[in-house]
């Protein structure tokens, strides 16, 4: 699962442009080609009280490696790419590049952010994307907007030192940071945009000790959850109020994660300590259909870390040792999805009910019907040069 950002008033630092030759990655030949940008630059607002800080322009780097990728549709996407494991250098940077028909790179990379140290684990790590013209890049100590396709990016102008998580439903953003020095203990606090990051409501502080590492929004609000402690916290009417909920884990749970697609029907895995070789014995799984008032235990088998995803009500799409299953009966009974042979390492659903994920082997698949059939899209190469 994932992690989040958000907040206004402070200064946004806006990346000035790398100047490259439009160039693409065509096929998984490795070669640079000449292309067409992927959406047409939109004129952006800056937010009253801003301050604009140039960045000097950073130097086209020799080659990249894709960190994460997010779809839109079946012919619109974007991945974020880094040159830090191919440097011996001390410092690397990332870029964006924007995919088309199935994994075929039509935009020239586009910085994000300053450089940063090879050793950084705090860097961009995700992607996500509202629309054609808004998405975000970040990591644990750093997040970024654009609003033009992803062809400039700028800081996301919210305090935060650290970013837990980022997620995205209907026409909101929700982004939980930590505001405060680091060694300083103070709530982390919620913030949601309805512009596309262009302006952030006013904040909600967490409990003190949630850490909101995970989060999965719907129509009408967020479900946040501390993997460490198995708390939650869930807003279902746009985060004019909060509602605190337990997961009831076993004892010897080492952590946790939940999601959502309603904010009513709630799924939890519970991840047990590993035992003396390392290895996962077993996870619990726990549904409950009346937004965390009460739960019920579920048994689909060995399921993988943290691996879940409910698509719609009553079905959800998770991956097994030997298999990725789906249920349509909220848990109760699984089957393997229509793909045999196939395994996902991750999935997405949109709010359209379009869902992609991508296999082991990077190959892209799509399902028009919330994961019940999927269809081969294309494949995403593993690194650009």
């Known amino acids: 699962m994932s992690r989040l950002q958000g907040a206004t008033g402070t200064a946004i630092t806006v990346l000035g442009t790398l100047v490259i030759a439009a160039v693409a990655y065509v096929g998984t030949s490795g070669r640079l080609h000449p292309a067409a940008a992927l959406v047409s630059p939109s004129a952006s607002p800056q937010p009253p009280g801003m301050t604009v800080v140039p960045t000097p322009p950073i130097t086209a780097p020799t080659g ?24 011996a250098k001390p410092t690397c940077h990332n870029a964006v590049v924007g995919t088309g028909d199935g994994g075929q790179i039509v935009t020239s990379p586009a910085p994000v952010g300053p450089d940063v140290s090879t ?67 103070c709530p982390y606090e919620v913030r949601s945009s309805a512009d596309g990051g262009r302006t952030w409501s006013t904040p909600q502080k967490l409990p003190l000790g949630f850490s ?20 939650m916290e869930l807003t279902a009417d746009h985060g004019s109020t909060w509602r605190q909920i337990k997961l ?21 895995v519970c991840q047990p300590n590993p035992d003396a070789s390392g290895q996962f014995t077993f996870e619990s799984l726990f549904v409950s259909e009346d937004s965390g008032k009460s739960w019920s235990q579920r048994n689909p088998g060995p399921l993988r870390p943290g691996w879940l995803v409910a698509t719609r009500k009553h079905v959800a799409l998770t991956s097994s040792t030997d298999a990725t299953l789906i249920t349509h009966d909220a848990g109760a009974t699984w089957s393997p999805i229509s793909l045999e042979g196939v395994g996902f390492a991750a999935a997405r659903v949109k709010d359209s009910g379009w869902a992609w994920a991508i296999d082991t082997n990077r190959n892209l698949w799509g399902s028009a019907d919330g994961g019940d059939h999927w269809s081969w899209i294309g494949t995403l190469p593993a690194t650009l040069s």
């Not at 894709?66 to 790419?81: A, C, E, F, K, N």
């Not at 919210?158 to 940071?177: C, D, M, N």
């Not at 995970?214 to 009408?220: E, K, M, R, T, Y």
């Open 64 to 87: 990249f490696v894709v960190i994460d990728q997010d779809l839109l549709d079946p012919s619109t996407g974007w991945m974020l790419v880094s040159d830090c494991p191919l440097r």
């Open 212 to 231: 909101p590492e995970d989060a999965a929004a719907f129509g009408s609000g967020v479900l946040l959850s501390s993997p460490t402690t198995a708390d």
């Open 248 to 268: 009831p884990c076993p004892p010897n749970s080492f952590r946790s994660t939940a999601t959502t697609a309603d904010g009513v029907e709630l799924w939890g």
């Open 119 to 185: 050793t950084d684990g705090g860097a961009p790590r995700s992607i996500r994307f509202l629309n054609r013209q808004d998405g975000f890049v970040y990591g644990q100590t750093a997040a970024y907007v654009t609003h033009d396709g992803g062809r400039t990016w700028r800081g996301l102008g919210v305090p935060a030192t650290f970013v837990a998580s980022l997620t995205i439903a209907g026409t909101t953003v929700w982004a939980a940071t930590y505001p405060c020095p680091k060694g300083t203990s």
